[in-house]
């Protein structure tokens, strides 16, 4: 599979997607951030790093995991993956646009815990660690099991 071509500020995807921002490489691969046209809205795209596009197994996978982000479906808790398709011949993730930054800086900065739930806690949210640990949507089991999805 080829490289995945980077996207431009100003430039518009499949007369649909006009790219807002290209954000970072994240652990991943490529973040953009775009405006999607038809919905007027923006969208957060992910794309994956070249070395995963070269093996078809990997790119099946990544596809697999993001269409089971998709399936978890919508909360108020979580960033909703819209849908996954290919842009190209590069698999690419749309999802729900989020203001503000990243978990990671959240955490860091502390900001996750003021003033809510999370504040009488000495530390992170307790996450639950067991090999059989599965994401849940509306308390209904999607078979997912400790995957990052990001």
Same mark, same amino acid.
């Given at each position: 599979?080829?490289?995945?071509?980077?996207?431009?500020?100003?430039?518009?995807?499949?007369?649909?997607?006009?790219?807002?921002?290209?954000?970072?490489?994240?652990?991943?691969?490529l973040v953009?951030?775009?405006?999607?046209r038809?919905?007027?809205?923006? +969208?957060?795209?992910?794309?994956?790093?070249?070395?995963?596009?070269? $093996?078809?197994?990997r *790119? $099946?996978?990544?596809?697999?995991? =993001?269409? $089971?982000?998709?399936?978890?479906?919508?909360?108020?808790?979580t *960033?909703?993956?819209?849908?996954?398709?290919?842009?190209?011949?590069?698999? $690419?993730?749309?999802?729900?646009?989020?203001?503000?930054?990243?978990? =990671?800086?959240?955490?860091?900065?502390?900001? +996750?815990?003021?003033?809510g739930?999370?504040?009488?806690?000495?530390?992170? =949210?307790?996450?639950?660690?067991?090999?059989?640990?599965?994401?849940?949507?509306?308390?209904?089991?999607?078979? *997912?099991?400790?995957?990052?999805?990001?």
């Amino acid at each position: 599979m080829a490289a995945a071509r980077r996207w431009r500020v100003g430039e518009v995807v499949l007369d649909l997607y006009e790219v807002r921002e290209v954000i970072r490489s994240g652990g991943m691969g490529l973040v953009y951030r775009v405006h999607h046209r038809g919905w007027n809205v923006d +969208l957060a795209v992910k794309t994956p790093r070249t070395a995963l596009l070269r $093996s078809p197994e990997r *790119v $099946s996978d990544f596809e697999r995991e =993001a269409e $089971s982000w998709v399936g978890l479906g919508l909360h108020p808790h979580t *960033v909703n993956c819209a849908y996954v398709r290919r842009v190209g011949s590069v698999p $690419s993730v749309f999802a729900e646009w989020v203001d503000g930054g990243t978990l =990671a800086e959240e955490v860091r900065n502390r900001r +996750l815990y003021e003033g809510g739930a999370l504040r009488a806690q000495p530390g992170p =949210a307790p996450v639950a660690r067991g090999p059989d640990h599965r994401c849940t949507a509306h308390g209904r089991p999607h078979g *997912v099991r400790r995957r990052r999805l990001r």
